[in-house]
C-alpha cells in the first residue's frame, strides 16, 4: 500500500510540533510551543493515570458511569480544559493587538487569523456549552426530584460527541492547523478554492459532530423536564432555573439543525465538489450565512439563558427572599426562546436585502430588550428590601447587572440597521459579544460554581479567594473590553491584523493590561480551588444546605447519593425546601425504603467518542478506509448492542436507609447556624431560615 | 460581614477607576469617519446613534443607579431597612416592568424604519431624497464600479473612462452611485464618513449611495475577513472639489491602461504595493489607469455566471491562481440572466 | 367459570371491534393518500389546470395529504392525551416556517437586488 | 388497556408494564423526528432558494421521469401501509410470525424505492446531471439523497427488529421500539410527499 492509501493526505510537513525545528521564529515558536503544552501535558495526565494506578478508577467511576452528576462534572471540567486554552490564546491576542500598530507585530498573519478562529470555536462550543450542558445535567433532575435523566445512556453519548469535537480542535493545534476564517466559517473563503484544507474540515467535522450531542442533549433535558418531574410539581411549580434550562433545550433540539445542515452542505462542497456556497455554478454563499446565523442567533440565548436561571436562583437566595414575579420571570424566558428564532438577520443588515426585511428583523430585535429588561428588573425587584449577602455569587451577580446592561445596550444599538452598517465587523461587534459572554454567561457560571460547588463535593470555596477572584474578573473585563467599543465607533475593523490610526494605541495599552488582569482572575480560580481544598475541612458542609437554599437540590446530603432522593419527593409548591423549613418541618422523611433501581455503567459514550474522533479525523485528511471502519463500527456497535437488554444495578432499601439516616442524625447532632455565620467553620449545611424569623 | 464591607470598597474604586479610563472617544485622527461625518447619510447615522442611545437610557439608567442603591440600602448588615420575603407581586410594578421597555421598543422600532427606508443603500440619491433630508445636491450623478480584490480595492468611473486602486475619489455634492461586486472572496465594503458598509460578493452586484457634502478624506475599508492581507484593505476616498476631480480623471486618463492582462496580473493576491509592482510601475501610492472597456465590471461579475466551471487557477484569490489561465469573458452578458 | 369464559370471549370481541374500525381507518387514509396522490401527478400530467394554477393546486394537495398521513398514520388528533404531541407539532411548524419562509424571502430578495 | 393508553403518536399499541417508562422514550423519539423535520425543511428551504441556479446544465424537466416518481411514489406508500398492519398484527393478535410477515412486505417496498431510486439516481449521472454540475442540481442530489439515507436507515433498524423478534418475542420493550420505528417510518413518507410535489412534480409543472 501506498503511503498516501494509509495516511490520506497526511504528512510529516502537517506536524506542528516540528515548524519550530525547521524554520524557527516568534511565530513557529508559539504555534509549536502550543502544540508541546498540549501534547506533553496529554503525555504528563496518562503518565499520572499509570503512576498513580489511576485506569481503574477514571474508566469505572467516570468515563462509563451514567449518573448525571458525574457527567455534569464532566462537562465542566472539560469547559475548564478547553477554556484554559480559549483564555491563553485571547491573552496572546490581546497581546498581538497592542502591538499591531503599522503592523509590526510578533506573530505571522496567518497565525492571527487562526487564533481567532481557534479561540471564537473553542470558546462557544468548548467552553460554554459544556459549562451550561454541564450545569443543567447536573442540576435538572435535582431539582424536579428525580433519580436521573429521561435517557442516561444518550446522555453519556452526547457527552461523548462533545469531547470528540473538542478533541479534534486539539488535534488540528499539532496536525495541519485549524481554519482561519473565524467560528462563523463563511465560505467561499473556507470553500475548497480558497483554503483546501485540512483546516476548513476540522472545523466542519468538530462543529458537526458535537453539534449532535448538543441536539441529543436538549433532547434529554427537555424530555426530563416534560416528564420526570416529581409528584406535585406541575410547571409553575418548578424552579426557576429548570424554566430556563427548558427553553435552552428547546433552542437545542431546534437551532442545532440549521448549523447541521450547513455544515454538511460545507462538507459536501468541499469534499466532493458540490456547488452550495461555491462562487461559480450556482453556488450561493448567502445560503451559509443565512444558515449559519438561524442557528448562531438561537446560540447566543441558549448560552444565556442558563445563566439567567442562576441569578434567579441566586438573588432570591442571597436576599433571602422569595423570588419577586416569577411568573413574569417564566414568560419572559419563553418570550426569549420563540422570539430568537425569528431574528437571525440581524447579524447580515449589511448584505443587500430590502429595506422592509431589514427593519421587519431590526425591530424582531428590539423586542427581546423587552423580555430581558423585565428580567433585569425582576431581579432588583427580588432583592429589593431583602436582606443582601455579599457573597462571592452577589459580587458576580453586581458585575453582571451593570455590565451585562451594557452589553444589552449596546446589543440595542446593533439592531437599529442604520447603525449597524456603521458598526458591523468592527471592533464594536468584539465589545458588544465579549460584554453580554463574559458578564452574562461566564459570570453566571462562575456564580453558580461557587453556589453549587459545595453541593458537589461536600466543602464551600474559599470566601475572600472567591471574592478577590470576582473583582479582579469585574475589573479584567472592564479595562479589556470597554476601550473596544470606542475603536470600534472609529472604524477599526474586527479581526484586523494590524492599525495604522495612532489613536488607537491608548485603547490598545488598556485593553491588554485588562487582558492580564483577567489572565490573574483565571489564576485566581486556581488559587481559591487551591486554597478552599487545603482548608476542606473548616469549609465543609456535608449536611447539604450552606446558603439556605429553596430548591429541592439542597435537601440532600453533599454530595447527594447516587440515586439523590431516597424516595420521589412530593412537591407542593414553588421553592418547596424553603417551604418546608419556614413551616418548621424540612427533611421529611420516608415512613418505607424501597429497592431502588439505576441504570448500569456503559462504554457506550466511550464507544462513540472514540469511533466519531475517528471518522472526523479520517474525513479531515481523506484517510477513508478509516474514515468507512469507523462509521461501520459505530453503525455495527448500536446494531448488536440494541440486541441485549439493558443491565441495570439494584441499591437494596437497607443500604438506602442506611444512608439516609446516617444524614439525618448528623442533622439532628448539628445546631442549624443562622446567616451570620454562613462564612464560618461552624455552617456545615444546616440553615436554619431566615424566612422563619420573617414571616 | 466584615468580608462584605471590602468588597463594597472594591467595587467603588473600580467604578472610579473604570470612568477615569473610559473616556470618550477623543482621537486625534485627521479622517472623517462616523463620528465625524463627511455626508447626509452618514449624518444620519450618526444621529440614529444618538437618538437611540438617549432613549434607551431611559430604561438603562435606572439599573445603573438601581442597583447600587439596592445594594447598599438592603444589605443584611443595615437592620433599619425594610424586610419583605414574602413579597412577590405587584400589579402596578409589572405594568411599569413591561410598558416602559414595551414603549421604548415601539418608539425605537418606528424610528429605525424610517431610517432604513429613508437610506437604504440602494435608493439613488435624487431630489426628494435632498429635500426630505435637507441637503443639496450640486451636479449629474457619478457612477463608481467598485471591485474587491485580495487586498485592494479597485474603483472604476466607467463613464469616465477612468479606474484607480488604493484611492477612491468623488466630487463634492454629487450623488454617487456605486455598484459592487468582488473577484474573489466576500468582502465588505465601509467608507465610515459616507454611509457605512454594505457586502461584496462574487458574481453579483450591490448598490451604495453616497454624497459628500464637505471636502475631505475618509477610509475606504474591507471590514470582511478575506486573509493575511486583510489589514492593509484599506483605502482613502477623498472627496475633493469638482474641479479637482475633473483634474483627477484627466491625469488618470493619461496612465498605463487597464486591459485584460493588466487586470489579471491586478486581481492577484497583494496589497496596493505588490500590484505595483507586478504591474512594473515605479513610485509609491495609488495606482491610477485609463479605461479602455468601460463594460470590464460587468465582466467581472459575469465570470461567475457563464454556466461553465470556474476552476481555482482562474479565481485570483485561490492560492493556485494563474494570470496566464484566467480569462475574463468577452461580454457582460452573463450579468443580466441571473442564476443567483 | 362461566362467567369468566364469557367475560373473555366479550372482551375478544370488543377487540375485534376495535381491530375493525382501525383498519377500517387506516384503508380510508390509504385511500385518500392515493386520490390525493393522483390528483397531483394529474394537475401536472394532464394539462388540464391553467399553468398559474399549478403550484398552489400541488401546495394545497399536498399538505391536506400530509394532514391525512398525521392524523391516520401517526395518530393525532385534538384529544386530551395528544395535546402534548400536538402542541409539540405545531411548536415545530411555527418555528420551521419562521426560518423555512424567513429564509425563501431574504434569498429572494436579495436576489432581486443583485 | 387500548384506548386510555394511547398516549403517543405512532401506532396505538396495548402496553401493560413499563407503560411511563415507554411513553418517555416515544415522546422523545417524536422529539427528535422533530428535529429532523426541522432539518429536512431547512434543505427544502435551500433547494428553493437553488431551484433557479441550473447554471445552464440540466434542470428539472431533465431530471424528472415522472413514471419513475408514480412508481416510487406507491412503493413507499405501500411500505408504510405494510408497517400499519404489522402494527396491527402486534396489537390485536401479538402473534410474531404474521407481525414479521408484515414487516417484510414493508421492507421489501421500501427496499424496491431504493432500487428504483437508485435507478433514477444512475440515469441522471449518466445524463450529466452529477451534484458538481451546478448548485440546482447539489440540492437536488442532497434532498433526495438525504431522504434515501434516512429510508437506508430504516432498512437496517428493521433488520434489526426483524432479529429481535425473531430471538425475544413481542415483548414490551420490543413493542416499544416497533412504536417508534412506525414514527419514523411514517415520517419519511410525510417527507416524502413534499419531495415529489415540491420538487419533482413542481419542477416540471
Ligand atoms: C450570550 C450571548 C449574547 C447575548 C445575550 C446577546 C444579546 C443581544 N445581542 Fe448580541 N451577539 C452575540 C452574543 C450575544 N448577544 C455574539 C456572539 C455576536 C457576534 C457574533 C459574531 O459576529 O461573531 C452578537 C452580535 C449581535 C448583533 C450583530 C452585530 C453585527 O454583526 O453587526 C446584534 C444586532 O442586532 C446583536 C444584538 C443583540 C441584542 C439586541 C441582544 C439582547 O438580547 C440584549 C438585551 C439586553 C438588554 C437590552 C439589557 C437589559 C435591559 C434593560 C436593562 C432594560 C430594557 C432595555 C430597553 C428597552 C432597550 N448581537
Ligand atoms: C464565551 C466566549 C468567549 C470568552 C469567554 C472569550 C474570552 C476572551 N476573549 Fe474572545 N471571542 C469570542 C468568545 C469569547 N471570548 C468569540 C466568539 C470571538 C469571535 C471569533 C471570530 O472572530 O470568529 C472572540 C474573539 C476575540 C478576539 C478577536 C477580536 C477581533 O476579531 O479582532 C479577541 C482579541 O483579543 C478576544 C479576546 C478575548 C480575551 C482576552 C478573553 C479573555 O481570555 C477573557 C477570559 C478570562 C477568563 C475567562 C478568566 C476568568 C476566570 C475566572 C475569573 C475564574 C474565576 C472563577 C471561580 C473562582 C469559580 N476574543
Ligand atoms: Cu450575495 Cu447576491
Ligand atoms: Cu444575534
Redo the contacts between chains.
Keep these: 500500500m501506498e503511503m498516501t492509501d494509509i495516511f490520506g493526505r497526511l504528512s510529516w510537513a502537517d506536524l506542528v510540533l516540528l515548524d519550530v525545528f525547521r524554520s524557527p521564529s516568534v511565530d513557529t515558536a508559539v504555534s509549536s510551543g502550543a502544540a508541546w503544552i498540549m501534547v506533553l501535558g496529554a503525555a504528563a495526565v496518562l503518565v499520572w493515570l499509570t503512576v498513580a494506578g489511576r485506569w481503574g478508577w477514571l474508566w469505572r467511576d467516570w468515563l462509563t458511569t451514567v449518573d448525571h452528576k458525574k457527567i455534569g462534572i464532566m462537562y465542566i471540567t472539560l469547559g475548564f480544559i478547553m477554556m484554559a486554552r480559549g483564555i491563553a490564546e485571547g491573552v496572546v491576542m490581546r497581546s498581538y493587538q497592542a502591538t499591531a500598530y503599522q503592523g509590526g507585530a510578533f506573530l505571522s498573519e496567518e497565525h492571527w487569523a487562526e487564533l481567532f478562529s481557534t479561540h471564537g470555536t473553542v470558546m462557544i462550543f468548548f467552553v460554554a456549552m459544556p459549562f451550561i450542558t454541564g450545569f443543567m445535567n447536573y442540576l435538572i433532575p435535582l431539582q424536579i426530584g428525580a433519580r436521573d435523566m429521561a435517557f442516561p445512556v444518550l446522555n453519556q453519548i452526547s457527552l461523548g460527541l462533545t469531547g470528540t469535537g473538542a478533541a479534534l480542535v486539539m488535534i488540528s493545534l499539532a496536525l495541519g492547523g485549524f481554519e482561519t476564517g473565524g467560528w462563523t466559517a463563511y465560505p467561499p473563503f473556507t470553500g475548497a478554492d480558497f483554503d483546501p484544507g485540512p483546516g476548513p474540515d476540522y472545523w466542519v467535522w468538530s462543529i458537526v459532530l458535537s453539534g449532535f450531542g448538543s441536539m441529543f442533549s436538549g433532547l434529554n433535558f427537555a424530555v426530563t423536564i416534560y416528564k420526570m418531574r416529581a409528584p406535585g410539581m406541575d410547571y409553575l411549580k418548578m424552579p426557576v432555573f429548570c424554566w430556563t434550562a427548558l427553553c435552552t433545550s428547546i433552542l437545542l433540539i431546534f437551532a442545532l439543525p440549521p448549523l447541521t445542515v450547513a455544515g454538511l452542505m460545507q462538507a459536501l462542497d468541499r469534499l466532493l465538489g458540490f456547488h452550495f456556497f461555491t462562487n461559480d455554478l450556482g453556488g450561493n454563499m448567502m445560503n451559509y450565512a443565512n444558515l449559519f446565523w438561524m442557528f448562531g442567533h438561537p446560540e447566543v440565548y441558549i448560552l444565556i439563558l442558563p445563566a439567567y436561571g442562576i441569578f434567579s436562583e441566586l438573588t432570591a437566595t442571597f436576599a433571602a427572599k422569595r423570588l419577586y414575579g416569577y411568573r413574569s420571570l417564566v414568560m419572559a424566558t419563553m418570550s426569549i426562546a420563540v422570539i430568537s428564532f425569528g431574528v437571525w438577520l440581524h447579524h447580515f443588515f449589511t448584505m443587500g436585502q430590502s429595506p422592509s426585511i431589514n427593519a421587519a428583523f431590526g425591530i424582531a430585535t428590539a423586542i427581546i430588550a423587552v423580555p430581558t429588561g423585565v428580567k433585569v428588573y425582576v431581579w432588583m425587584a427580588t432583592l429589593w428590601r431583602g436582606r443582601i449577602r455579599m457573597t462571592t455569587p452577589m459580587v458576580y451577580m453586581t458585575g453582571f447587572f451593570i455590565l451585562f446592561t451594557i452589553g444589552g445596550f449596546s446589543g440595542i444599538i446593533l439592531a437599529n440597521p442604520a447603525i449597524n452598517w456603521q458598526v458591523h465587523n468592527t471592533q464594536f461587534i468584539v465589545a458588544h459579544f465579549h460584554n453580554v459572554l463574559l458578564p452574562g454567561l461566564i459570570f453566571g457560571i462562575f456564580a453558580g460554581i461557587h453556589i453549587w460547588f459545595p453541593k458537589a463535593y461536600g466543602f464551600r470555596l474559599h470566601e475572600r479567594a472567591g471574592t478577590i477572584t470576582a473583582i479582579l474578573w469585574i475589573v479584567g473585563f472592564a479595562m479589556t473590553f470597554l476601550p473596544l467599543y470606542a475603536v470600534g465607533l472609529l472604524g477599526y475593523p474586527r479581526r484586523s491584523a494590524a492599525f495604522d490610526d495612532p489613536a488607537f494605541l491608548p485603547y490598545m495599552y488598556v485593553s491588554l493590561t485588562g487582558a492580564f488582569i483577567l489572565l490573574a482572575a483565571f489564576c485566581g480560580l486556581f488559587v481559591t480551588l487551591w486554597i478552599s481544598i487545603r482548608n476542606r475541612d473548616s469549609l465543609a458542609v456535608p449536611l447539604g444546605d450552606p446558603w439556605d437554599g429553596r430548591t429541592l437540590e439542597w435537601a440532600t446530603p453533599s454530595p447527594p447519593p447516587p440515586w439523590n432522593f431516597p424516595v420521589i419527593p412530593q412537591v407542593s409548591s414553588l421553592d418547596a425546601f424553603a417551604k418546608e423549613k419556614a413551616e418548621g418541618k424540612p427533611y421529611v422523611q420516608p415512613a418505607e425504603y424501597r429497592d431502588i433501581e439505576l441504570p448500569a455503567p456503559t462504554s457506550a459514550g466511550m464507544v462513540v467518542m472514540v469511533s466519531t474522533t475517528a471518522l472526523g479525523f479520517a474525513l479531515t485528511w481523506w484517510i477513508w478506509w478509516l474514515a468507512a471502519a469507523a462509521a461501520f463500527g459505530l453503525v455495527a456497535y448500536f446494531f448488536v448492542r440494541s440486541f441485549f437488554e439493558y443491565p441495570h444495578i439494584v441499591i437494596p432499601a437497607i443500604e438506602v436507609q442506611r444512608v439516609n439516616e446516617a444524614w439525618i442524625e448528623a442533622l439532628h447532632l448539628c445546631t442549624p447556624v443562622n446567616r451570620d455565620h454562613e462564612d464560618d467553620p461552624r455552617n456545615r449545611g444546616h440553615a436554619a431560615t431566615d424566612m422563619a424569623i420573617a414571616s | 460581614m466584615r468580608q462584605s464591607e471590602h468588597t463594597w470598597f472594591a467595587l467603588f474604586a473600580f467604578t472610579v477607576l473604570a470612568a477615569a479610563i473610559y473616556t470618550p472617544a477623543s482621537a486625534a485622527t485627521h479622517s472623517a469617519d462616523f463620528m465625524r461625518p463627511l455626508g447626509p447619510i452618514a449624518d444620519m447615522q450618526r444621529t440614529e446613534l444618538f437618538w437611540a442611545t438617549v432613549i434607551v437610557m431611559v430604561a438603562i439608567l435606572p439599573v445603573f443607579v438601581g442597583v447600587p442603591w439596592i445594594l447598599w440600602r438592603y444589605r443584611r448588615s443595615n437592620d433599619k431597612s425594610e424586610y419583605a420575603p414574602a413579597w412577590h407581586f405587584d400589579t402596578k410594578l409589572e405594568l411599569v416592568m413591561w410598558g416602559v421597555p414595551a414603549a421604548i421598543v415601539v418608539a425605537f422600532g418606528i424610528w429605525l424604519t424610517q431610517a432604513v427606508f429613508r437610506i437604504d443603500p440602494y435608493r439613488t440619491i435624487d431630489a426628494e431624497m435632498a429635500e426630505g433630508m435637507n441637503f443639496e445636491i450640486d451636479g449629474p450623478p457619478v457612477v463608481v464600479d467598485v471591485v474587491g480584490l485580495d487586498w485592494k480595492w479597485l474603483f472604476i468611473y466607467p463613464d469616465e473612462g477612468v479606474a484607480s486602486v488604493g484611492e477612491m475619489v468623488i466630487p463634492v455634492g454629487r450623488p454617487v452611485s456605486m455598484r459592487l461586486t468582488t473577484d474573489t472572496v466576500m468582502q465588505s465594503f465601509m467608507a465610515q464618513g459616507l454611509a457605512g458598509q454594505i457586502y461584496a460578493m462574487p458574481g453579483m452586484v450591490t448598490r451604495l449611495n453616497v454624497l459628500a457634502e464637505r471636502e475631505g478624506t475618509t477610509v475606504a475599508e474591507n471590514t470582511q475577513y478575506n486573509g493575511t492581507g486583510f489589514a492593509s484593505q484599506r483605502a482613502p476616498a477623498r472627496a475633493v472639489t469638482d474641479a479637482e476631480f475633473s483634474a483627477w480623471i484627466d491625469t488618470a486618463r493619461a496612465a498605463p491602461p487597464l486591459d485584460d492582462e493588466t487586470y489579471a496580473q491586478l486581481a492577484k493576491s497583494g496589497d496596493v504595493a505588490a500590484a505595483r509592482r507586478d504591474l512594473g510601475r515605479t513610485g509609491s501610492g495609488p495606482l491610477a489607469f485609463a479605461l479602455p472597456d468601460p463594460m470590464l465590471f460587468g465582466r467581472i461579475v459575469g465570470r461567475y455566471r457563464t454556466g461553465a466551471p470556474v476552476p481555482p487557477e482562474q479565481q485570483p484569490g485561490s492560492h493556485s491562481y494563474d494570470p496566464e489561465a484566467a480569462r475574463l469573458p468577452a461580454t457582460d452578458k452573463g450579468m443580466s440572466d441571473g442564476n443567483d | 367459570m362461566k362467567l369468566d369464559d364469557l367475560k373473555t370471549r366479550l372482551m375478544l370481541d370488543s377487540r375485534n371491534e376495535e381491530e375493525r374500525a382501525e383498519r377500517r381507518f387506516y384503508f380510508i387514509g390509504l385511500i385518500l393518500s392515493v386520490l390525493l396522490t393522483v390528483a397531483s401527478f394529474a394537475s401536472v400530467m394532464t394539462g388540464l389546470l391553467p399553468r398559474a394554477w399549478i403550484f398552489p393546486t400541488l401546495v394545497i394537495l399536498a399538505l391536506t395529504q400530509i394532514v391525512v398521513h398525521l392524523r391516520v398514520f401517526l395518530h393525532i388528533d385534538l384529544s386530551r392525551q395528544k395535546r402534548e404531541d400536538l402542541q409539540l407539532l405545531l411548536f415545530t411548524i411555527l418555528l420551521l416556517s419562521i426560518m423555512a419562509f424567513g429564509t425563501l424571502w431574504i434569498m429572494a430578495s436579495l436576489s432581486a437586488r443583485m | 388497556m ?1 384506548q ?1 393508553t ?7 399499541l396495548g402496553y401493560s408494564d413499563g407503560e ?1 417508562e415507554a ?3 416515544v ?2 423519539f ?3 423526528v ?6 429536512f ?6 433547494f ?3 431551484a ?6 440540466p434542470g428539472p424537466e431533465d431530471v424528472t421521469d ?1 413514471k419513475s416518481i ?1 412508481l416510487q ?1 406507491a412503493l413507499l ?1 405501500g411500505s ?2 405494510g408497517f ?2 404489522a402494527s ?1 398484527s402486534m ?2 393478535h401479538n402473534q410474531r410470525w404474521r407481525t414479521l410477515g408484515w414487516l417484510a412486505v414493508a421492507a421489501t417496498s421500501a427496499l424496491s424505492f431504493l432500487i428504483v431510486e437508485a435507478i433514477d439516481f444512475r440515469d441522471w449521472y449518466h445524463m450529466g446531471a452529477v ?9 437536488l ?2 434532498l433526495v439523497g438525504l431522504h434515501g439515507l434516512h429510508v437506508a436507515g430504516g432498512l ?1 433498524w428493521m ?2 427488529m426483524t ?2 423478534i425473531l ?1 425475544y418475542g413481542l415483548t414490551d ?1 420490543i413493542k416499544s ?1 416497533v412504536t417508534r420505528m ?2 419514523y417510518w ?2 419519511l ?2 417527507v416524502w ?2 419531495i ?3 420538487v419533482f ?2 419542477g ?2
Design positions: 387500548s386510555e394511547n398516549v403517543h403518536p405512532g401506532m396505538n411511563h411513553e418517555v422514550k415522546f422523545g417524536w422529539v427528535f422533530m428535529s429532523d423535520l426541522v432539518t425543511g431547512l434543505v427544502f428551504a435551500i428553493g432558494t437553488m433557479g441556479a441550473t447554471a445552464g446544465g415522472l408514480a411514489t406508500l408504510s401501509f400499519s398492519w396491527l396489537k390485536y451534484p458538481q454540475r451546478s448548485g440546482y442540481l447539489s440540492a442530489w442532497a437496517v433488520a434489526a432479529g429481535q430471538r420493550q421500539r412506525g414514527l411514517h415520517f413518507d410525510i410527499i413534499g415529489f410535489s415540491m412534480l413542481a416540471v409543472a
